[in-house]
């Protein structure tokens, strides 16, 4: 199959390790990946900050690249949520209905990582091997907002080597929450604290997730601790081989 | 065009609590240092999210349930005016008397005036929204009537001359040895040995209510629901001095806002299902009173009914926002919220905290007034899934944040970057311009500050993957 990249501006600029994975996986498993030139960021950041007129042209842009595209994927929830939910409201809010359609249309073709994996390309076990201890924490946008539901537990139930254990209080949002980490800082802070906490508490020496900007956020607090415990995305695990770890 | 109550305005200032005095970071901040009321907030919130999960897993027609709420309440507001008059009818031909208020002023004015003309200086209160929302009980003490709150939390608040902080449980954020100080301080006639005991506790309460329950003749409440058809008042309670206030005294005022109405009778059915099992997590609420204007030999026999806006019919000309008016004050939504259990209710500097508070407070006040409150939320969503009646909080938070007056910094920001992201060339610059400047460290100024404060920023990658993917 053909699959369009949408890599996000975050794995582009700061975890394009996680993108050349989701590339690397999708490769061993028999398909052909593009990468569409022009496209920069879905504008999220300013849709959740209040700047929907300055997302416009973002969303046009992102809409003009990926149309063309019968399938694209993105390694984050997040991002893929705000395609599917949000772009076609903003072109409506601007009063562009034409735009909004073609949107939608994008949008119902998007998706996440694990969604591609499972729903529409039918693998489970994509033969990874990552003989570590593992603990996954399921993203708000990736849960709540796009529902990819167990989708990523049991892509990692089938990697060899790989233990699973459990992150107590998993549904609970990490703090990130995009410009809410810096508006918010102390909030944000106090809800990382119990997040860490309960990583810490699973003894794992990964965690991993399906978006880049919530593993930065306990990534970020993690290493500020010197905890011991790295951060993962969930394509790199996927992609990793005994050829290639 | 004008609507049924007049151009829709919002809450006036200078009266009611909808406004706090400090914006919600600064105030977040106090509250997140308070390790007795993090405790307090994370023992109480987890106990009645697991207490609501276990009841409503018993239905298995709770989605449709939700629903069926979020349908009745959106056929409610659509025919808003019509359905009031219909009500005003109702309670007139049942023997009561309507009246209608604009705002917090003109609901203080009318209630004030009406005790006033009963001759009584006292009333008592069923815990009631509206009227923390009005700030009713100042307005009548600067008239020199004394109203005594009888809900065990509300009391609690009412003599430590303190602020609700939870929709449900107005002094979640009280332990038993505050409660007790207060009881001793405040209370009239407490017996000096109290201890801290709950069941002791709740004895000087009830020793204290009883008396009053017996000796007031006006009471005050507000209403859960009221029904169109009929003209018929609700009030959902768990403590039984709802149905004293309701019953016992000569004199019933009931402030309600203009969105708690439902058509038709049947309609209850659904509403009575969701909101226990939605907020206190029990399958039935121990008391529900139900009156309909006055029944001559049973129960009050002067009822008045004010029916508030105080800024509703703006909310309700905003096509995103007014499914904030929805709400049915169960406070599943506080209940399941990150950012409020850690920062508690007074943080929202209004009655109406958490996410509903975030929505429903901007909008009454103007977004102007509270433009901290629709940031105060991670998006995480926990709120939508836990509404009884469906309320898309995240996205009336995303509306909000775009009507809501943003920092010139931040603005210019933001529009640099969204150039920047509209150009790919100069977007790659700011990528490898990224990459130098995060060499500045784990101490980045301001606004970046706020995350090098507790976080560190990863290692700057070698190369972006566009490079690569053109290298490859």
């Known amino acids: 199959m053909r699959i369009a990249l949408f890599v996000t501006c975050l794995a582009d600029t700061m975890f394009p390790a996680a993108a050349k994975a989701t590339v690397h996986l999708l490769e061993r498993l028999g398909h052909e990946v593009v990468f569409p030139e022009g496209q920069t960021c879905c504008g999220q950041m300013h849709i959740n900050t209040g700047y929907q007129q300055d997302a416009l042209p973002l969303v046009r842009r992102h809409v003009r690249t990926f149309a063309p595209y019968d399938v694209v994927v993105a390694p984050s929830g997040s991002c893929v949520g705000s395609v599917r939910h949000q772009h076609a409201m903003v072109a409506r809010s601007a009063g562009d209905e034409g735009l909004a359609a073609r949107a939608e249309d994008v949008g119902s073709r998007t998706y996440e990582l694990s969604e591609l994996l499972v729903d529409v390309l039918g693998v489970e076990d994509v033969g990874a091997y990552y003989p570590h201890r593992v603990t996954y924490h399921p993203t708000c946008h990736s849960l709540r907002m796009i529902r990819v539901g167990d989708k990523p537990q049991r892509l990692l139930r089938h990697v060899r080597g790989l233990e699973l254990v459990e992150l107590p209080a998993a549904d609970q949002c990490c703090g990130f929450g995009g410009t809410f980490a810096l508006k918010n800082a102390d909030t944000s802070t106090a809800m990382l604290a119990d997040k860490m906490r309960h990583v810490l508490d699973t003894g794992a020496e990964v965690c991993t997730a399906g978006d880049s900007s919530c593993l930065m956020h306990i990534g970020g607090g993690l290493s500020r601790l010197g905890a011991g415990v790295r951060t993962v995305h969930l394509a790199e695990i996927l992609a990793a081989t005994e050829d290639t770890p | ?472």
């Open chain 2, 1 to 472: 065009m004008t609507t049924f109550l007049g151009m829709p305005t919002t809450s006036p200032r200078g009266v009611g609590h909808l406004r706090g005095d400090e914006a919600f970071p600064a105030a977040a901040r106090k509250a997140l240092g308070n390790a007795q009321l993090r405790r307090n907030l994370g023992h109480a919130t987890t106990t009645i999210r697991a207490k609501s999960g276990a009841v409503i897993a018993e239905l298995p027609d709770w989605q449709e349930l939700r629903t069926a709420g979020s349908a009745l309440k959106t056929d409610t507001m659509a025919r808003l005016p019509e359905l009031l008059a219909q009500l005003e009818e109702n309670v007139t031909a049942a023997g009561g008397v309507v009246h209608w208020a604009a705002d917090a002023n003109e609901a203080n004015r009318i209630v004030t005036e009406l005790v006033q003309a009963t001759g009584e200086t006292r009333v008592i209160k069923v815990k009631s929204m509206a009227t923390q929302e009005i700030a009713l009980n100042e307005a009548l003490e600067a008239a020199g009537i004394e109203p005594v709150e009888t809900d065990l939390a509300e009391l609690i608040v009412q003599l430590g001359h303190d602020k609700p902080s939870h929709i449900l449980v107005p002094a979640i954020h009280r332990n038993r040895a505050e409660i007790r100080e207060i009881f001793l301080r405040e209370m009239p006639g407490v017996d000096p040995a109290l201890t801290d005991e709950p069941v002791i506790l709740a004895g000087a309460a009830r020793r204290y209510l009883r008396e009053t329950f017996l000796s007031t003749k006006v009471a005050v409440s507000g209403a859960n629901f009221a029904v169109a058809e009929t003209g018929t008042l609700a009030v959902l309670e768990s403590e039984g001095n709802g149905r004293m206030c309701l019953t016992l005294p000569e004199t019933l005022i009931t402030v309600m806002g203009i969105e708690k109405l439902v058509p038709t009778w049947q309609d209850l059915e659904v509403f009575l299902q969701l909101l226990p099992r939605a907020s206190t997590g029990e399958r039935m609420n121990p008391y529900t009173s139900m009156w309909t204007g006055v029944t001559p030999g049973d129960g009050p026999q002067n009822f008045h009914l004010v029916l508030l806006d105080n800024g509703r019919t703006a909310v309700l000309a905003d096509e995103v926002g007014r499914q904030a008016l929805h709400c049915i004050r169960c406070s599943a939504c506080l209940n399941v919220c990150p950012v409020y259990e850690r920062t508690g209710g007074h943080a929202y500097g209004s009655v109406y905290p958490g996410p509903i508070g975030a929505v429903l407070s901007p909008q009454l006040t103007g977004v102007e007034d509270n433009a901290s409150l629709p940031y105060a939320s991670s998006l995480c969503g926990a709120c939508f899934d836990a509404c009884p009646v469906k309320i898309d909080i995240p996205s009336i938070l995303v509306h909000l944040r775009n009507e809501a007056p943003h920092p010139r910094g931040e603005r210019a920001a933001m529009h640099a970057a969204a150039y920047t992201m509209d150009h790919p060339r100069l977007y790659a610059a700011a990528q490898h311009a990224a990459k130098l400047s995060r060499l500045a460290g784990r101490r980045l100024p301001p606004p970046l500050s706020g995350w090098t404060a507790s976080r560190d920023l990863p290692d700057p990658p070698p190369e972006t993957f566009r490079d690569w993917w053109a290298k490859r």
